[in-house]
């Protein structure tokens, strides 16, 4: 009769280092995967609110909505004038924040995305002195003019910054986005 014969120490702890090593390999590309996943689900939550946003151009004239970016205003704690103007035609909370947005900034001004035309729109009344509607309506033309020079929404800070150099995701006039990486380049885009 044969005996069956076992695995000895050494050939275990062989296996296990061999095993250990494999997963510390392993380790970088499933947190660079976790870390991409992120960023696509940021660029989605993009595009939903620039597709919410050309319903909204539709509904008002094709205007933009004139509202200072990333702001609560009259003391309202619950939700931004962004999230307000922009609630009939972007379902659901989740939408609002990007997933990487380990700073806070969603739970403390109710976005993670930035308003690039309210900006443009906050300057132009506060140097110009013109009313909130007509400064809306020379912003839209502007981006009507050069849709592809300025990103419509970004990212409020660089999230994403092992993945690229600034680490933003924006979305454009035509509902597209892409990250912002050159920004010596007119275009801004890749």
């Not at 001004?109 to 900006?119: F, K």
């Not at 839209?140 to 690229?164: C, I, N, Q």
């Not at 600034?166 to 006039?173: E, R, V």
Request: charged fraction near 25%.
């Amino acid at each position: 009769m044969r005996h069956a014969r076992g695995f000895t120490l050494l050939e275990l702890l062989v296996v296990m280092g061999l095993i250990s090593l494999l997963i510390a390999m392993l380790m970088p590309s499933l947190s660079w995967a976790r870390k991409s996943a992120r960023r696509t689900a940021c660029a989605s939550n993009l595009h939903q609110i620039a597709i919410g946003l050309t319903n909204y151009l539709g509904d008002s004239d094709g205007i933009l909505p004139y509202f200072i970016p990333l702001s609560k205003q009259n003391g309202e704690e619950d939700q931004s004038d962004m999230l307000k103007a922009l609630r009939r035609y972007i379902d659901g909370d989740p939408v609002w924040t990007c997933p990487d947005d380990n700073t806070g900034v969603a739970e403390q001004l109710g976005s993670s995305y930035d308003y690039w035309p309210g900006w443009i729109m906050w300057a132009r009344e506060l140097f110009k002195g013109d009313s909130p509607r007509s400064v809306a309506r020379v912003v839209t033309k502007f981006y009507e003019f050069s849709p592809e020079r300025y990103p419509v929404m970004a990212d409020a800070e660089g999230w994403h910054v092992p993945l690229d150099e600034t680490g933003k995701n924006a979305s454009w006039w035509d509902g597209s986005v892409s990250s912002l990486r050159d920004w010596t380049n007119p275009r801004w885009r890749q």
